[in-house]
């Protein structure tokens, strides 16, 4: 009888099977699903100048919380992260730094991603999380 060889949603998730290529096409996903909140959310806080001074410093009240702080730096993280490998997707989509396909011989290397990509992957990761120590050293700090 033959496995059954359906994982679901948690294979399709499972960024440890196709390499930095799934882990940085996830996290881009990600943070733009996450900057598209934090934007609905900014226009939100936004719209409350609208109603008055009294509304206005009662909204921003909630962005000077721990909580709200936690919020930022993410979100600085994020927008930093988007960018970055952002600019790395565009140079992808000219042909620069993506490796020569090959034949698929066992075990199977993604030829897709070259030394390069994987180096831009790493420095947008590093960059994200050097902005996110800053933000938090500026939010959290003296």
Not at 48 to 69: N, V
Request: net charge positive.
């Amino acid at each position: 009888m033959q496995k059954e060889n359906r994982e679901g949603i948690r294979g399709w998730l499972n960024p440890t099977r196709y390499g930095w290529a799934r882990v940085s096409f996830w996290l881009q996903r990600l943070t733009g699903l996450g900057l598209l909140a934090y934007f609905v959310a900014h226009v939100i806080e936004t719209s409350s100048l609208a109603q008055g001074r009294f509304a206005w410093e009662k909204m921003l009240e909630l962005t000077q919380t721990t909580e709200g702080h936690i919020i930022l730096i993410l979100v600085i993280g994020m927008s930093v992260f988007h960018a970055a490998n952002g600019v790395r997707l565009y140079i992808a989509h000219g042909g620069k730094g993506v490796g020569s396909p090959g034949r698929p011989d066992y075990p199977y290397r993604p030829t897709s991603l070259s030394l390069k990509m994987r180096t831009c992957i790493w420095v947008a990761m590093a960059l994200a999380a050097f902005a996110m120590m800053y933000g938090t050293s500026v939010l959290f700090g003296e």
